[in-house]
């Protein structure tokens, strides 16, 4: 399968023209020596939702945790807005508009909905920005409006959930990038939050999403890649990923 180059903006399925808006470059990651990315080379156009596949351990989360400077790559490269950011720190690639919903949420419970939605905010100075980013999670959000006192370690998993991507959106981020955002979650909660995801795209935000979920992740996006065990991904349009008998044996359990 060929990589699907095109870019996309608006919807997360129209093509657009600029030049990739992230971009890693054969990108090697080891732990001790243990090597768990292998020459891995992706690409997220403005406005595009891009889906990143893979079973447990292919290296899904390091990639991301690459891309946000927590995590330096042996070899290869990664661009923002083409320039190479994977020497620089976690910090300053937050700064530069990049933004990271970990898995595993890691929230600070002892403080409430609201002060963890302003730790995603504390890079920036412009306040009527911040309040009209906490304006949009809250739209995006309602119950975290409700909830905005409560302590975020009595919030249930979904309600977590929802914090951990508004804590993201806080700092009105370029990219945001969201590791596993179903995990643990009840069906219902799941079409809320996917929801969310494509209204963030609707409105301009481009996504690089990894997700078990396979077809759910596949039908949200535009393209996708497929890791495996931290090789080079197989690229396609979600359309092509979602057809491939490969793909369909393998993780969309048909
Ligand atoms: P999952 O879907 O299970 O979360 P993943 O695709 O996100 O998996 P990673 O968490 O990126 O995979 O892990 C890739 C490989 O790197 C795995 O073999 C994992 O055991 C290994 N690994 C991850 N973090 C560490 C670490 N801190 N120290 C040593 N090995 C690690």
Do not use: C, W
């Amino acid at each position: 399968m060929t990589e699907v180059t095109a870019p996309a903006t608006g919807d997360g399925k129209q093509p657009a023209t600029a030049a990739p808006l992230l971009e890693l470059r054969e990108i090697a990651v080891y732990y001790g020596r243990v090597r768990a990315l292998n020459g891995v080379s992706l690409s997220v156009n403005e406005g595009e939702i891009v889906a990143l596949i893979g079973s447990n351990g292919a290296g899904k989360t390091t990639t991301l945790r690459t891309i946000s400077g927590l995590i330096r790559p042996a070899k290869g490269d990664v661009r923002f807005r083409g320039e190479p950011i994977h020497h620089l720190g976690a910090e300053r690639i937050a700064r530069m508009g990049v933004a990271h919903a970990p898995e595993g949420r890691r929230l600070f419970g002892r403080m409430t909905v609201r002060e963890n939605l302003e730790m995603g905010a504390y890079a920036r100075h412009d306040r009527g920005g911040v309040r009209e980013s906490f304006d949009r999670v809250y739209t995006l959000f309602p119950r975290l409006r409700e909830r905005h006192a409560q302590l975020a370690g009595s919030l249930s998993g979904g309600e977590q959930q929802m914090v951990a991507i508004g804590r993201a959106l806080m700092s009105n981020p370029t990219l945001l990038m969201l590791d596993e955002p179903s995990l643990g979650l009840a069906p219902i909660l799941v079409d809320a939050i996917f929801e969310v995801i494509r209204e963030i795209n609707a409105r301009g935000g481009t996504i690089l999403l990894i997700e078990q979920n396979a077809g759910l992740a596949l039908r949200t996006a535009s393209r996708g890649y497929v890791l495996e065990t931290g090789n080079l991904p197989i690229a396609g349009s979600s359309d092509e990923l979602l057809n491939s008998p490969d793909v369909q044996r393998a993780y969309l359990g048909m």
